[in-house]
């Protein structure tokens, strides 16, 4: 049993940026606090958790027999832009979540992660359509689950 050679670069990368994410999250401290309230870590080691269990499905849905021919380079960098796209929305959310805070830094990680798993749909004005509503939707119950839920005050931001 093989992995393509296509895989071991994306399953590198993907690995990569979640150690990053891990080492930026270790300083935030523990996910709970006394008392068992969770705290500002929460959200990032729940989102490293699933990093690493889609790593390991990816890896494990990789492992597969063929005869030994590689593909070309062209094949090895489509199969990491989405990964790596998904790393440059995850970036820029970031950025815009320090300056303009959560609704707008949601509504553009929302927005931009729907339109690129949609993004080979033949139809794209449904694809925009369907990521329109999702940018508004999961922002609001997010406000709900964090805000209203568990009373954690989400972020405004230096400029909004």
Same mark, same amino acid.
């Given at each position: 049993?093989?992995?393509? /050679?296509?895989?071991? &670069?994306?399953?590198?990368?993907l690995s990569?940026f979640? =150690?990053i994410? *891990?080492v #930026?999250t270790?300083?935030?401290?523990a996910?709970?606090?006394? $008392?068992?309230?969770?705290s500002?870590?929460?959200?990032?080691?729940? *989102? *490293?958790?699933a990093m690493i @269990? #889609? *790593? +390991?499905?990816? &890896?494990i849905g990789s492992i597969k027999?063929?005869s030994g021919?590689e593909e $070309?380079?062209?094949?090895?960098?489509?199969s +990491?832009?989405k990964?790596?796209? #998904?790393?440059? @929305?995850?970036g820029? %959310?970031i950025? =815009?979540?320090?300056?303009l $805070?959560?609704?707008?830094a949601?509504?553009?990680?929302c927005?931009?992660t729907a339109i690129?798993?949609?993004y080979?749909?033949?139809?794209m /004005?449904?694809t925009v359509i +369907?990521?329109? =509503?999702v940018?508004?939707?999961?922002?609001i119950i #997010? &406000?709900? %689950?964090y805000?209203?839920l568990?009373?954690? /005050?989400?972020?405004?931001g230096? @400029?909004?």
């Amino acid at each position: 049993m093989k992995i393509k /050679r296509s895989d071991k &670069y994306t399953i590198l990368v993907l690995s990569f940026f979640t =150690l990053i994410y *891990i080492v #930026g999250t270790i300083d935030l401290g523990a996910p709970f606090n006394q $008392g068992a309230e969770p705290s500002l870590s929460v959200f990032p080691w729940i *989102i *490293i958790c699933a990093m690493i @269990i #889609g *790593i +390991i499905g990816y &890896y494990i849905g990789s492992i597969k027999e063929y005869s030994g021919e590689e593909e $070309g380079e062209k094949s090895v960098f489509l199969s +990491i832009a989405k990964p790596l796209s #998904g790393c440059l @929305i995850i970036g820029l %959310f970031i950025l =815009l979540f320090f300056f303009l $805070g959560y609704w707008i830094a949601s509504v553009f990680l929302c927005f931009f992660t729907a339109i690129m798993f949609e993004y080979e749909s033949s139809n794209m /004005r449904k694809t925009v359509i +369907i990521a329109a =509503l999702v940018s508004v939707l999961i922002p609001i119950i #997010g &406000y709900f %689950f964090y805000q209203k839920l568990f009373h954690i /005050r989400l972020p405004e931001g230096i @400029i909004w």
